[in-house]
């Protein structure tokens, strides 16, 4: 077990079994989104963990990082059970998306959490607007 002394600088502890409510309610806010709309289910995830349970933002993302692979592999599931899960069309995304994780995931520990926000944000407005203006 880890203690408080393992953890990065700036890092809340883990917090206590009362906390489960809340992690278990912002788990389920990002599985219905990430079921709903085939992804995005951490970014109320990210929200719920930094406003609501009060984990600290570095954590949140990472955890964030951390929920989304099981979230995606049981929607995918669902889709693909149900006939509407178009393999062929996701596989030439797949490289590129791996070569775009093992970057972010290098640049993480380097990135402020200051600017993990506003580059949060920016592609947040960035979505909505293309989707708002379609």
Known sequence: MRSST???QNASPPHSGGDAFKFSVAGAAAGIVNGLFGGGG???LLVLLTKWAGLEE???FATCVAVILPLCAVSAAVL???GGFPLADALPY???GLVGGLAGGLLFRRVPGVWLRRVFALFLLY???RYLTR
């Open 127 to 129: 979505g909505a607007l």
């Open 94 to 96: 797949l490289a590129g």
């Open 58 to 60: 570095k954590r949140a």
């Open 42 to 44: 951490g970014i109320p």
């Open 80 to 82: 693909l059970l149900r």
């Open 6 to 8: 393992d953890l990065p």
